[in-house]
């Protein structure tokens, strides 16, 4: 039993895992193989109040807390992380600094049809030569008149490709650095704005990424998030801070789908007359992993409550990224070894959980870079 979630909260695992398991999983093979998102699938989740669920209900969100959050990136993970990869840009980073900073106009332009899943987000941050000195990029916008223009290029932004509009961060005032950042939302089809490639990538194929690019991409002032020139840093800080809790359930998700393949096949696998479940070294590496992932989802949870009791949490949110993600990786290598040699084929599913689950010591803050900010937190 479950003591950690409320009632209401189990209710909610139950019918996502269903809706996963029915509606997303029968999607999984054809949208990796083809390296596209199954874009259909953003009504759906809207149309159900699954795709933002955080956000208020007559917003077209679910009302839902943190850790209810959780609950489901953890549920949509375990079955695909590209797919949860392409939703979670949506509910987080493209919407989040619109939902929280972002004018009347912006919300109903944007954001209300981004929950409902009629208009696809990304977030634009990082650029071909700037990714963990997110305060140096050289993206800039200079103003003329009651309009921006934005000139510069953007790499690895997931949904890119497919996106309706972007959020993306540009200097107004370089001299400034982080403080003279803001965030501006470009429509699809403004002239100047284009998707210059979409990139192949190791893993999380079913997502698609892409590098974009503005060239004297002219954007209306009141498509500026926040009031004032400057104060896109904090926003764009606090955007991510939200987004490393969620992380802690989608590396859960991932390492939990490792660990019930490793399982299976240590049933099924005979070796020396006996399934090799039965030798006491993979039963030790199963146990080991499923000790780890209930921590990984405990310690998730945990730091999901403190921020839904509205705790500053920048440390604890850093803490749960890093260590979940570290975590994982040592999941997946033991479910990859128990596989053995079928484990590297293609045929068995453990192969894209390992692909998939490499990038998250990568992405949203690097382990290095959430090392530097736990230590800053800690005054070291
Ligand atoms: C599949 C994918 C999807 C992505 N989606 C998006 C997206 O939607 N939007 C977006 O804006 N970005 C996105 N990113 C970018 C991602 O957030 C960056 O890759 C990440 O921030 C790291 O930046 P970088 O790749 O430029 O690495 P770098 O910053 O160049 O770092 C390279 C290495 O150096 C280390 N390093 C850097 N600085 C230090 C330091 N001071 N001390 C010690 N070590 C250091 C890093 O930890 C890393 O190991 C995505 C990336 C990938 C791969």
């Excluded at 489901?72 to 392409?86: D, F, P, S, Y």
């Excluded at 926040?226 to 904090?234: S, W």
């Amino acid at each position: 039993m479950d003591l950690e979630l409320t009632e209401e909260q189990r209710i909610f695992k139950k019918a996502v895992r269903s809706f996963v398991e029915k509606e997303v999983a029968p999607l999984v093979e054809e949208a990796e193989e083809k390296e596209t998102f199954p874009i259909s699938l953003f009504r759906k989740m809207g149309e159900l109040g699954y795709l933002c669920v955080r956000y208020p209900v007559e917003m077209g969100g679910a009302g839902a807390d943190k850790v209810t959050e959780c609950i489901l990136v953890e549920e949509l993970c375990r079955v695909c992380a590209g797919i949860a990869g392409g939703v979670l840009v949506q509910s987080g980073l493209a919407t989040e600094p619109i939902y929280r900073f972002g004018s009347e106009e912006l919300k109903e332009r944007f954001l209300y049809p981004a929950i409902r899943g009629e208009k696809i987000g990304a977030f634009a941050l990082t650029e071909p030569d700037v990714g963990s000195d997110a305060a140096s990029i050289r993206t800039r916008a200079v103003r003329e008149g009651q309009y921006y223009i934005i000139n510069g290029s953007k790499m690895f932004i997931t949904n890119g490709p497919i996106c309706d509009f972007a959020v993306v961060a540009a200097s107004v005032d370089p001299s400034r650095k982080a403080h003279g950042i803001n965030l501006f939302v470009v429509e699809k089809g403004t002239p100047g704005f284009t998707v210059a490639r979409k990139l192949r990538k190791v893993g999380n194929c079913s997502a698609e990424t892409g590098e974009l690019v503005f060239e004297d991409c002219k954007v209306p002032v009141s498509h500026r998030i926040g009031p004032r020139e400057g104060g896109g840093f904090a926003q764009i800080r606090e955007t991510l801070m939200s987004g490393r809790i969620t992380y802690g359930a989608r590396c859960t998700g991932v390492a939990q789908a490792a660990y019930e393949a490793a399982f299976q096949y240590a049933q099924q696998r005979v070796q020396f007359g006996k399934p090799i479940g039965k030798f006491q070294v993979n039963r030790f590496k199963l146990a080991s992993m499923a000790m780890k992932i209930d921590i990984m989802r405990s310690y998730t949870y945990r730091v999901a409550r403190l921020s839904d009791m509205g705790a500053r949490v920048m440390k604890e949110a850093s803490m749960v990224k890093l260590f979940c993600s570290e975590t994982l990786q040592e999941v997946l290598s033991q479910a990859m070894q128990i596989h053995g040699g079928y484990g590297y084929m293609m045929e068995y599913p453990i192969q894209r959980f390992w692909r998939d689950g490499r990038l998250f010591t990568i992405t949203e803050g690097t382990s290095e870079i959430h090392h530097m900010i736990i230590a800053q937190e800690l005054g070291i």
